[in-house]
């Protein structure tokens, strides 16, 4: 079992920066990807970026360029840097984490809203 904490989120003006984080604890060694979706109330669930223990990274399309994705695996933890916000990135973000056998783990979530 891994379990995820996330913390970081908040209020923040549109233009500002948030950074999230995600401690992950249990068994740590069976996770390969870590990652931030989020999700507002009537939408699916939707990719904000991912990295892999090697340091891999994806991003949605949206994201790129205002996003940035990093993780210490020292630590177990992954990061999500977020500048620019606007009121559309106000969402609830998740952390994620799948294992080598592609099992999934969610945190409970943060809130983050952009105020305009």
């Known amino acids: 079992q891994v379990q995820l904490v996330e913390s970081g989120g908040g209020l923040v003006q549109a233009g500002g920066s948030l950074r999230l984080s995600c401690a992950a604890s249990g068994s740590i060694s069976s996770i390969n990807t870590m990652g931030w979706y989020r999700q507002v109330p009537g939408k699916q669930r939707e990719l904000v970026a991912t990295?892999?223990?090697?340091?891999?990274?994806n991003y949605a399309g949206s994201m790129k360029g205002r996003f940035t994705i990093s993780r210490d695996n020292a630590k177990n933890t992954v990061y999500l840097q977020m500048n620019s916000l606007t009121p559309e990135d106000t969402a609830v973000y998740y952390c994620?984490?799948?294992?080598?056998?592609?099992?999934?783990?969610w945190g409970q979530g943060t809130q983050v809203t952009v105020s305009s």
């Open positions: 990295i892999t223990r090697g340091g891999n990274t």
């Open positions: 994620n984490a799948r294992s080598f056998l592609a099992t999934v783990y």
